[in-house]
């Protein structure tokens, strides 16, 4: 079982910056990809952005431009900073990591979650 810890969100006014830290551990073989997601109150999940293992990413068109995700390879951690925030980026920020055991089965795991406010 891979295990996804996440740490950095809170409230911040609009216009500030946060970083987001998710650390997978477990029994890994490989991490492929990892990603932020997030989910506002009453709307569905979206990416937010996506790193894979050779560094190419890719963003949601609403935080391009203001977020930056990173991993640390070595760490199995990726990193989300944000900065620029809108009250519009208000959610719960989920990490995933899409990988494979050290018996090759494929994972895709979910952190807990972590909340953002961007408010005033």
């Known amino acids: 079982q891979v295990h996804l810890v996440e740490s950095g969100g809170g409230l911040v006014q609009p216009g500030g910056s946060l970083r987001l830290s998710c650390t997978a551990s477990?029994?890994?073989?490989?991490?492929?990809?990892m990603a932020w997601y997030r989910q506002a109150l009453g709307k569905e999940r979206e990416l937010v952005a996506r790193?894979?293992?050779?560094?190419?990413?890719n963003y949601a068109d609403s935080v391009k431009g203001r977020f930056t995700i990173s991993r640390d390879n070595a760490m199995s951690t990726v990193y989300l900073q944000m900065n620029s925030l809108k009250p519009e980026d208000t959610a719960v920020y989920y990490c995933?990591?899409?990988?494979?055991?050290?018996?090759?089965?494929?994972?895709?795991?979910w952190g807990q979650g972590t909340q953002i406010t961007v408010s005033s």
């Open positions: 477990g029994s890994i073989f490989a991490i492929n990809d």
């Open positions: 995933n990591a899409v990988g494979s055991y050290t018996d090759f089965r494929s994972f895709n795991s």
């Open positions: 790193i894979y293992s050779g560094g190419t990413t």
